[in-house]
């Protein structure tokens, strides 16, 4: 199978270079791929791509990301997780004492305030709300103990309404928030299946007056669109033997899904306007030689989160659809566990958790310098690429450290440390009187030279330092910069 979402008939949710040394070169191999069974040639792809350096990750998103992992479909592990590229922070949204197995597809309501998601409860899939930031746990918005499975979850443009799908069918349900919680108020079906057919991945047109969806099962899945008003239906794209699911729509209409690369089974992510004759183009982020799926466009921008499984199991990315560039979101930690699937991710971009920069410009020191142009200072400047600190290199020289004042007392959320040359062993740590030291954060596996984010710290102090007792280079330890984040 291409997806490991597709588990059933039933249920066919897929769901800086060194100025010393250190440059990287990958070398891609274009991929030209000729899709016989559509008619559409040229669809562009990449064998085995390289993620972009961590230092150029797009500097836009400051949204939060929502995503599910599990080891294998349908076995009870999914989890939702959510990533703040504000705040830098991972958590886990789902929890056990909802009740709630194998919670996942999750999607940010338009004001950011709610998850919609699906999920089994009393033996039966349901669609479920949850209030981000409440505390409180998620409402049932279907109530199924078995008589109908109620999937794939979207909200409308203007949060009104959720299209979701029941039983085959595609059902659109008005929402009213009521002091006990949402619910619906009316639930009316938007595609009349007949019995026996499989409709699903519903997903409004911006302005709601089509309805994108799937129809069919396994090779013969295609997409559809149907204009509400009328009941109009038009093939919108079902090459012959070739899955194709997962509709997404950006909010200026452009209609992003994963389609089969060819009758391997290998999916690609597609891009095509709102006009069901217009051409399918396979993006240029595409891995020709792995799975890519579980598209979530950026609206207003030109990237794109989506899973792939070029480094081995579906992990998250984020692309750029005109360049073809492609970040891995491994720095962030969201792909640390290799064990487990990372899938339907949805974005958020409004009222991100606000934090400072609380470093850049303060006072610096260091144990020692280089030489007198490589200074403490140049670590807090804000360049990242071209300025830096370095401490002496040779034997015997560890440790050393470099420290940044902050002038107060401050809440340590998170540290950026762009490394030139980096620590194999060091330290994070805080001061109130820059004598005493509390460690905030510690490894003994850092990494050689690259960006490296450290989130979700919960420190306090006037003073920050990065203690090096170990070097992962022959030379001294060097930082082009060193962010300290948090209010």
């Known amino acids: 199978m291409s997806r490991e979402s597709f588990f059933a008939a039933s249920l066919l949710y897929p769901e800086a270079s060194s100025v010393r040394l250190k440059t990287l070169v990958a070398g891609l191999v274009a991929g030209i791929a000729l899709n016989l069974f559509s008619g559409v040639a040229a669809a562009a792809c990449v064998n085995n791509p390289a993620a972009q350096p961590n230092a150029t990750f797009p500097a836009a998103l400051t949204g939060k990301l929502v995503y599910h992992s599990y080891v294998k479909y349908g076995d009870g592990t999914s989890q939702l997780f959510l990533y703040d590229f504000s705040a830098h922070t991972l ?3 789902s929890k056990s004492g909802w009740g709630i197995t194998d919670p996942m597809n999750g999607v940010f309501s338009p004001d950011g305030k709610w998850l919609a998601f699906m999920g089994i409860s009393n033996g039966a899939w349901n669609v479920f709300m949850l209030q981000l930031g409440a505390g409180t746990p998620p409402v049932n918005m279907t109530n199924s103990t078995g008589a109908t499975r109620n999937e794939d979850p979207k909200f409308s443009t203007d949060g009104k309404t959720l299209v979701f799908k029941q039983n085959g069918d595609v059902k659109q349900a008005t929402l009213s928030y009521t002091s006990a919680g949402p619910v619906f108020t009316s639930v009316v079906s938007l595609t009349n299946a007949p ?3 499989e409709y699903s991945m519903p997903f409004l047109a911006p302005d709601a007056s089509a309805v994108y969806y799937a129809t069919g099962t396994g090779s013969n899945m295609g997409l559809m669109k149907r204009t509400i008003a009328t009941g109009a239906t038009a093939v919108f794209d079902r090459p012959a033997g070739l899955q194709t699911y997962y509709p997404i729509v ?4 452009m209609v992003y899904y994963a389609r089969w690369k060819d009758s391997g089974g290998a999916d690609q992510i597609y891009a095509k306007t709102a006009d069901p004759a217009s051409t399918p183009n396979a993006l240029a982020l595409n891995d020709c ?10 609206s207003g921008t030109n990237y794109l989160f989506f899973s792939s499984t070029t480094a081995g199991g579906y992990q998250l990315y984020v692309g750029d659809v005109t360049t073809g560039q492609r970040w891995s979101l491994s720095q962030f930690g969201v792909n640390a566990d290799a064990t487990k699937a990372k899938l339907g991710a949805n974005y958020y971009g409004g009222s991100a958790v ?3 920069l609380l470093s850049q410009g303060r006072p610096a020191a260091a144990s020692a310098s280089y030489n007198a142009s490589l200074t403490p200072d140049k670590a807090f400047d804000g360049n990242t690429t071209s300025t830096r600190w370095d401490s002496p290199e040779g034997a015997g020289v560890d440790p050393q450290w470099i420290s940044v004042d902050l002038g107060a007392t401050k809440t340590i959320s998170s540290i950026d440390l762009y490394w030139d040359a980096g620590a194999l062993v060091y330290q994070i740590q805080t001061s109130n009187d820059n004598v005493n030291w509390t460690t905030i954060y510690s490894t003994s596996n850092g990494v050689s030279y690259s960006h490296v984010t ?3 710290l919960n420190g306090h102090g006037r003073y920050v330092r990065m203690l090096g007792t170990k070097r992962a280079t022959q030379w001294g330890y060097s930082l082009y910069d060193m962010q300290v984040w948090g209010s």
């Open 195 to 197: 019995a026996g057919a």
């Open 289 to 298: 030689m792995s799975n890519n799926s579980d598209p979530a466009p950026v």
């Open 454 to 456: 450290l989130p979700n």
């Open 354 to 356: 606000t934090r400072t």
């Open 250 to 253: 950006r909010a200026d209409g």
């Open 91 to 93: 958590t886990q949204l």
